[in-house]
């Protein structure tokens, strides 16, 4: 995958799922791999372009996979919002991690990105959600965080909405922004979310 070698990726998933390797697995492979394509844009050893190549060869490896899934029942959870903030338009990993989220039966409303603090509201109020994931990889991203929060207050839905962040965030960015969780992988965000709405409760924020 860090060589973006759609094919052999490709062919390598194709092989696991014929061998029985628990479909979740490869995606995690895949997911590791794109951040190690993450590490390598940071470092100026690739391009915007590369990133977008990752994103969708993980896309196409995800749409394998959900094809050669057996039906199962699915749980079912309450919708989570997601949603890039606004003065933001980076979704790659938002992408990935929805798309992890929904092969693992959550419902996803996907806003995309640049997103107003008042859509926010009005989706948790539509989908009455108790669930809202922000993204951001700016820093101007935080300030967006924050009002889309405060707005969520004025709105009397921060009481019960648990908001988590991700992207380029910290503890220090979740304190700024007055956010729960604050997570920088998918899998962090899958398990905070499955936990938060099996349990309907708030959990301890790890480090």
């Not at 899934?69 to 980076?90: L, M, N, Q, W």
């Not at 009481?159 to 604050?182: C, F, H, K």
Request: negative net charge; charged residues 25%; hydrophobic residues 40%.
């Amino acid at each position: 995958m860090a060589r973006l070698d759609e094919t052999m990726v490709m062919n390598l998933v194709k092989q696991g799922l014929k061998m029985g390797i628990n479909p979740y697995v490869l995606l995690e492979e895949i997911r590791i791999g794109t951040d190690r394509v993450g590490e390598l844009y940071s470092k100026g050893e690739y391009f915007l372009s590369d990133l977008i190549m990752a994103s969708e060869i993980f896309k196409d490896v995800l749409t394998l996979v959900n094809q050669d899934r057996a039906e199962t029942t699915i749980a079912s959870y309450p919708t989570v919002v997601f949603g890039t903030v606004e003065d933001d338009i980076h979704d790659i990993g938002k992408n990935i991690t929805t798309g992890i989220m929904r092969y693992n039966g959550f419902d996803i409303c996907d806003l995309g990105v640049d997103v107003p603090g008042y859509k926010f509201v009005e989706a948790v109020q539509h989908y009455n959600s108790r669930v809202v994931c922000l993204t951001g990889l700016i820093t101007e991203s935080f300030d967006s965080m924050k009002n889309t929060i405060a707005l969520l207050k004025e709105a009397g839905l921060r009481s019960r909405t648990t908001v988590i962040i991700g992207g380029l965030v910290n503890e220090s960015v979740r304190n700024y922004t007055g956010a729960d969780y604050w997570a920088t992988d998918c899998t962090k965000v899958n398990e905070l979310c499955r936990n938060i709405l099996v349990t309907n409760k708030r959990i301890v924020q790890s480090s």
